[in-house]
Every structure is written in C-alpha cells, then in structure tokens.
C-alpha cells in the first residue's frame, strides 16, 4: 500500500497536497534546477498535521522525504516518483519571544533571515548565520546542526537550541519545549534530532537561545603571507579582543583572486596575496571597542603578521567585503564543480589543503581548487574544478577525502551526509559509531520510511 495524494488531501485538506504533476513545476534544490519528482507533495501547516500524514504514511510503508529551504549541499532532498514529499513551508510562524529569559519560540518552516529580523526589532540577537540565510529554515538548521560564520562566538546550531517539537515516524508528537538553559531531567533527547538529518523524526518546532543585539560590530579584511601568520593573527584576536571575536573567515589566494575578477566583485585589497582573512568582533561599547580593534589590527601591521589591510566605514562596505567572501557564483563559472565540506585540527590545515592541490595537479593538469573556509571552528570548504568535460565527483572525492583521514578530519563539518557523503562517513566514523547509529534508526523508525537512503547504509 502507498499514499496517495488524495488520499493526502483528505488528511490535511486540498490546499496542502499537490499531485505529482504539480509538483513537478518546482525545481528539486537550489544547486538542482530538474523537476521535482513525487508521489505528492504534502505542506502541513502545524504539528498535528504532520502527526496525521506520518500515522497514515507509516500504515502504508511509505517513505517520506522532508523538505525546508532547499539549499542542502549533499543530496539529501532528492526524491523520487515512489516518494511522498513534506515541506514545512507553511509551519513558518514566529510563536513566541521572551525577553527576559532569552527565548523564542520558532516553527521549523521560518526562514532564518526572517528570524534574525524579528530578532533584530526586539533588540535582540539570534546569532546562527550562513550564506543562505534568505532561504534556509529553521528546521533545516536543526536538521543538519547547521554552523556558519559565528561558530567562533556561539556554537554550532546544537548549541543554540533548548528544546524541540519532533514527529516521529509512526506520528507521536514528541514535544519537549524545554526553555531553560540548565535541564538535567532525565536524556537530552532532542539531541537524538540535531544533525540528524530527518532521518529520526521530522522538526516541527524549535526553543532558541536568543542574545542582546551587540551595541557594536567592527569587521575588517587582511592579507597574509603565510598560512602560520594566519593561525597567528587567529591568537592574538582571541587574546587581545576579550573574547569579542564572533567571526574568522580565511580565503586562500585562488579564492579571492577568482570572486574580485572582472565583472564580479571590486577589490579592496590587492589580488596577489597567499591569504585574505575577513573577520568580524561585536562588543557592548561603540566607542572604546572601536579604539581596541583599530589599536590590535594596527599592532598586527607593525609585527608583520599581515601585510595589507582594510576596515570598512559604512554598512554598504562592510557588506561588501563580506559578499567577497560569501557570493561565489564567479568560482562556478568553472564547470563541472564539486563543493566539499570537511574538518580537520587548525594545525594541519595548510599541509591538509597542499596535498589535496597535489592530488588535483596530478589528476588533472587543468584542474583548479578554490579554497576558504572558517579556520577557527577547523572547518573548510573546497570548490574542485578538474578542467574536464564529464563526471569526475568519485574522483575528486578521493583527493579531498582520503587525505584527510591521517589528520583524523571530518567528511562533513556542517553540511551532513545526505547520500552524497554516505559512502565517505566511515573514514570519518567508526565501526561501533556507525552501529549505534543504526540502532538509534531501528529504534526510532523500524520501517524505515524517513528520509530513506540518507546519512548511513542499512548493514
């Protein structure tokens, strides 16, 4: 037996299913322009709604793929025709802010550029930030314990929630809106759903952890000569800014070489350096932290760890050196492309990221790499570009992956698994870890219908 969308609709009204054929007029993903393929399309717009539509879909064995905002960077929203598809895209609402405890209350379909505003009219501060703020969810970030740019500072999006809402499988509702920071009542089970990808339970609502707005926000953008000055620069800030530093992003030359080209954006700094790093500090007074980040970034100029240096005046400049690092439409000019993901310690990074350019070099005379990353969390992503007509992901994958495996990194540091990583997660897991996890799944969704296929092989 398999859902049918209208039987769908007679769960959770007409206006939340669409047929196959209807479906098929939206695109699959952001990095995915093809059709989308379905049984039907399901949009719930609240938790019971979702309980109602996972009871019937596990009565019939039917597998359930569950969307947000689309911009998954490893394969994991794609579906076929056998598969029903859940969007939260009207569970968007903003339930509830609290001031005084440092609390909101946010459904998983809301947009987090629509939360970081909602936030920012209170006078308030939801700190998790990515490139695709304007359309990932919510849900979404708690799905694949999403990290950005303040990881530094805040954490990673596990560090952000207090508590969650989940759907199971067979549809119990499992909500536990914990919103004190200190609950030792027993397990943390809503850490079972964070970075799980959908594949335990479907996030219907989440508590975040919510900050003061900073009374101050100081970026600039440094070139660097070597990678040892760089991890230099990262020391002193974290010493010398009284843990104010929010945010360290690196992008090596090639990066910023190819993004400040003709026709994309101006630089602001010469093109030719190894390094450029953009980095950002917020603190509670405008006037004095103004003074001690010009004072430290002058002293890093004087000592030699960097060569070159700008700070931006107005919120337009600021925002450009920060498109510099996160717009890189210019980098996929060069096709075919494949992005990674991974980590490592800060340590070994340059060595790490010299041998995958080997390897490329090696493998491809015209093949380049784009690197940059967040260094201070040891996350880094890489674009790989072999030269070459045809599809050369597997081998691309063996000059990014198997090297990492000596310096005990991660396949993924913050974009998961999906099914794009699957076959990669044991270089990062071990034998024992990958059982749990399956046990974990057995348990939670014995029939296996959520989000089949992704984060890890059945055996």
């Known amino acids: 037996m398999t859902a049918s969308a209208k039987t769908l609709a007679e769960i959770i009204g007409s206006k939340g299913v669409l047929d196959d054929a209807a479906a098929a007029a939206r695109a699959t993903s952001y990095w ?12 719930p ?11 019937h879909c596990h009565a019939a064995d ?15 929203v794609e579906s076929s025709r056998d598969d029903v598809v859940l969007s939260t895209e009207k569970m968007s609402g903003i339930v509830e ?13 809301a947009v ?3 939360v970081q505003e909602a936030m920012a009219a209170e006078g308030l501060y939801f700190p998790l930030d990515l490139g695709a703020r304007g359309s990932c969810t919510i849900g979404g970030n708690v799905a694949t314990n999403a ?11 596990r560090n952000l929630v207090l508590g969650l809402e989940t759907v199971l499988a067979d549809g119990t509702v499992v909500s536990s809106l914990n919103r004190m920071l200190k609950n030792n009542a027993g397990y943390d089970t809503k850490q079972l759903f964070i970075g799980s990808e959908g594949s335990l339970g479907i996030v219907t609502r989440a508590v975040l952890r919510i900050y003061p707005q900073p009374k101050s926000r100081m970026n600039a953008l440094v070139a660097l000569q070597t990678f040892d000055q760089v991890a230099a620069l990262l020391n002193r800030l974290q010493t010398e800014l009284a843990g104010s530093l929010s945010a360290f992003e690196i992008m090596w030359g090639d990066y910023y070489h190819e993004v400040t080209g003709d026709g994309w954006h101006r630089p602001p700094l010469a093109r030719d350096h190894p390094f450029y790093v953009v980095f950002q500090a917020e603190g509670s007074d405008p006037d004095v932290d103004e003074i001690r980040f010009e004072k430290v970034l002058g002293a890093a100029l004087e000592d030699g760890i960097i060569v070159d240096a700008v700070i931006p005046k107005s ?16 980098v996929l000019e060069h096709q075919p492309n494949y992005l990674y993901d991974v980590s490592l310690p800060i340590r070994d990074m340059a060595a790490y990221v010299d041998e995958v350019y080997a390897r490329i070099a090696s493998r491809w005379p015209g093949g380049r790499a784009f690197t940059l990353g967040h260094v201070a969390d040891g996350n880094l992503h890489f674009f790989v570009s072999p030269g070459e007509a045809g599809d050369h992901h597997h081998a691309c994958n063996e000059c990014v992956y198997e090297p990492l495996q000596q310096y005990g990194g991660s396949v993924s540091a913050e974009h998961g698994i999906g099914v794009e990583k699957m076959r990669w997660l044991p270089h990062s897991r071990s034998a024992a870890d990958l059982q749990l996890m399956r046990v974990l799944k057995r348990s939670l969704d014995p029939k296996g219908i959520l989000n089949p296929g992704r984060v890890l092989s059945p055996k």
Request: proline share 1%; net charge negative.
């Open 112 to 114: 987090l550029q629509n």
């Open 147 to 157: 990290g950005g740019i303040n990881v530094l500072r805040y954490g990673m999006m």
């Open 97 to 109: 802010i609290d001031r005084v405890g440092g609390t909101a209350v946010v459904e998983a379909g």
């Open 62 to 76: 039917q597998s359930v793929i569950t969307h947000g905002g689309l911009t998954n960077c490893v394969e994991a």
């Open 32 to 43: 995915n322009s093809e059709p989308m393929r379905a049984r039907a399309l399901v949009m």
């Open 45 to 55: 717009a609240a938790t019971d709604e979702v309980s109602s539509v996972l009871r």
């Open 315 to 330: 919120e337009a400049e600021v925002r450009d050196i920060w498109n510099i690092r996160e717009d890189f439409e210019a």
